[in-house]
């Protein structure tokens, strides 16, 4: 608990430091672009973990959190995230969706806020957007999904991403994701995922090499 509220602390006082922010922050607030569901829909992916992807648009979007009392949103993409074997592909689709969210925090600044995507398990790629979007495109911090393909988040092969997120003290925000196999509801298996996920950062010692990560 005490964890989660330093967590909690600390978003509410990145959201409240660029835009003034009162009220209720969302955290987990996915968008759906219209080009990311086309792009999946290309390669045979019309699900994510069984179910349909929903229709998103950022007025609807707005509409919820009214209702809801949210002042801000902190965007990202969900599951299954922006990685598909293909490097380019990918990298190329990380890209459009950091600068659709950077677009969004433009025409609506004090509503939207995002977290970038990052190809992984392609940790080049990835570094090269993390520099990108962060320095570029000024989004807020980066998602990164429990697993991709396997590959969990304590995996060596991710050292030197974690070190440059570290570096900069970045938020970062864990999702889970489909595991490599399963046959169970995503109700059921997204908490032991991002269960696993954390694991991998403790028994492999990276949260306390990369205690500055927020």
């Known amino acids: 608990m005490e964890g989660d509220k330093e967590v909690g602390c600390c978003l509410r006082g990145l959201c409240e430091g660029y835009w003034n922010v009162r009220g209720e922050i969302d955290v987990h607030h996915h968008i759906l672009p219209s080009f990311y569901v086309a792009a999946l829909e290309g390669i045979g992916i019309t699900t994510s973990f069984g179910l349909p992807f929903p229709k998103w648009s950022p007025e609807e979007a707005i509409e919820v ?22 490097s380019s592909f ?22 939207f806020g995002a977290f970038a995507s ?27 999904m429990s697993n991709v393909e396997g590959h969990y ?15 900069r003290k970045l ?14 509801s995503a109700f059921v ?18 949260l306390k090499r990369y205690s500055k990560i927020r």
């Open 153 to 167: 988040l304590g995996d060596p092969a991710y050292e030197e991403l974690f070190a440059e997120l570290n570096r």
């Open 90 to 111: 990918s990298r190329d689709l990380a890209r459009r969706c950091n600068e659709y969210s950077a677009q969004l925090m433009r025409e609506y600044p004090d509503r």
């Open 65 to 86: 959190m009214d209702k809801n009392s949210i002042a801000t949103a902190i965007t990202s993409i969900s599951t299954p995230g922006v990685y598909f074997k293909e």
């Open 118 to 144: 990052l190809p992984l398990p392609d940790v080049e790629g990835a570094l090269n957007e993390l520099e990108y979007a962060i320095d570029e495109l000024n989004l807020d911090g980066v998602v990164l």
């Open 189 to 206: 298996e997204y908490p032991h995922d991002t269960a696993r996920a954390i694991a991998t950062l403790m028994y492999t010692g990276a």
């Open 171 to 184: 938020v970062v925000f864990i999702h889970p994701n489909n595991p490599p196999s399963s046959c169970v």
